[in-house]
């Protein structure tokens, strides 16, 4: 009994002991290991460094510093605690990796053609008494590939509806995809994100629902990738549009001002997709003049006359639906100047003009007729009377004064003479 006692004080004592050497142990292990970018300001010797984030493709730069050195090394550890870097001395043979600098305080290394292996926690020692160290985090983003749009094959009829589906691989963290038309952005529907198998990269997908319109023909449909590891912008792939629709209809005449007798043409042109290929060309009044002949979309008129007046319609079908519009038709007269719309009113002025001073120099010259007639008429009369009263004079008695006044023989013959 006694003996099983002095066994039991015996054993507890070394457990003791064993514990105690546990807790000291943590204790130098706690004391001597310090995160990476945690840094005590009262220790010159503890290592600094900082995080690091580059692209597949890219080049790392690690940078591990301290205040002051006690002639220790610094030493540069990856991923997997193998040495990169002892002071100068290459410990790894592995061509991306090379030395920048190396002094007492300072050790700079870089990493060329980085891949996502490379991506984790790269530790930094010196070696006093205790050791210290410093942990660098170099996060590798994955490059997202550009984007693909399916699900627009063949064109689409206008009012109809149209999904679009954008997809990019390899980008880690996973890219946000952007949908735009032309330069606005419109909304599609939320990425889905999955994960790729056997690597730490992701594929997004994004879907877009569209309700096209003819004005959406030929349009830019684009889906752009927005990723830290694109620095110049985002990528992105664009598709045109194919809307068919209906043709909208208009009439171009040969000249604004067609004349008699002229040749001239009404061309008919439809705006739709596909290209109208068929017109059919009437005259809402009547029929189509004789002169006139119908060559597709053109209406075409040998020798224009003021018969051929009148209200013209062309109606042109795409296979898709029709569509049709009126022109009326004015002929001017043969003088008209079809280039100038002036010329009719200033020819008119003219010859206005001319018929004014035509009018007002006959005017004149029977105004001189009547005044000189008028000189004339008066001056003869005055002949008259003067030879009338000179038979009374010549008279030898009153009587034959009276009888020659009267009118005898010889001034009836006088009368007459004058008269004629």
């Known amino acids: 009994m006694s ?6 004080n015996m054993t507890f004592p070394a457990f003791q002991r064993a514990a105690l050497r546990a807790l000291a142990a943590l204790t130098m292990l706690l004391a001597t290991s310090v995160r990476s970018n945690f840094v005590f300001d009262d220790d010159p010797f503890q290592p600094v460094t900082q995080d690091e984030t580059v692209s597949v493709g890219g080049v790392v730069t690690l940078t591990c510093s301290v205040k002051e050195n006690d002639n220790s090394s610094l030493q540069w550890s990856n991923t997997a605690q193998q040495t990169l870097y002892f002071g100068e001395k290459r410990a790894l043979r592995d061509n991306r990796i ?8 300072e050790l700079i290394i870089t990493i060329s053609e980085v891949q996502l292996s490379d991506d984790g926690e790269y530790t930094c020692s010196i070696f006093t ?9 170099v996060t590798v983003l994955g490059v997202p590939g550009k984007p693909v749009i399916t ?8 009012g109809g509806e149209v999904t679009l589906t954008c997809t990019s691989s390899g980008s880690k963290p996973p890219a946000k995809l952007h949908w735009f038309r032309d330069q606005e952005e419109i909304q599609g529907r939320p990425d889905v994100v999955e994960s790729n198998p056997d690597e730490p990269t992701y ?3 994004s879907e877009l629902t569209l309700t096209v319109t003819k004005h959406d023909n030929n349009a830019l449909i684009a889906c752009a990738v927005d990723h830290p590891s694109i620095a110049n912008g985002d990528k992105r792939t664009e598709q045109p549009l194919s809307v068919l629709f209906s043709p909208s209809v208009s009439i171009q005449p040969e000249s604004d001002l067609p004349r008699e007798g002229e040749k001239f043409f009404l061309q008919c042109l439809g705006n739709g997709n596909p290209e109208p290929t068929a017109f059919v060309w009437r005259r809402k009044d009547g029929e189509l003049p004789p002169m006139a002949k119908v060559d597709d979309a053109f209406l075409r008129f040998e020798s224009l006359n003021k018969s051929d007046n009148g209200v013209y319609e062309c109606q042109a079908d795409n296979g898709i639906g029709t569509g049709d519009v009126t022109h009326t038709l ?6 008209v100047n079809a280039e100038d719309p002036t010329a009719m009113s200033t020819s008119s002025g003219v010859d206005h003009a001319v018929i004014g001073g035509v009018v007002a120099v006959i005017v004149f010259i029977m105004l001189c007729l009547l005044i000189v007639l008028g000189r004339y008429l008066i001056r003869h009369k005055g002949t008259y009377l003067t030879h009338e009263a000179k038979g009374s004079d010549d008279a030898p008695d009153a009587d034959t004064a009276i009888i020659n006044a009267e009118g005898g023989h010889s001034g009836v013959d006088d009368k007459k003479e004058y008269f004629i």
């Open 3 to 8: 003996g099983m006692r002095a066994s039991k």
């Open 98 to 105: 090379q030395l920048v600098k190396s002094t007492a305080t």
């Open 129 to 137: 008494m205790p050791v210290r160290t410093a942990r660098a985090t």
């Open 151 to 158: 699900g627009f094959e063949d064109a689409v009829q206008e």
């Open 203 to 205: 594929t997004v997908t």
């Open 330 to 335: 004015l002929v001017q007269e043969a003088g």
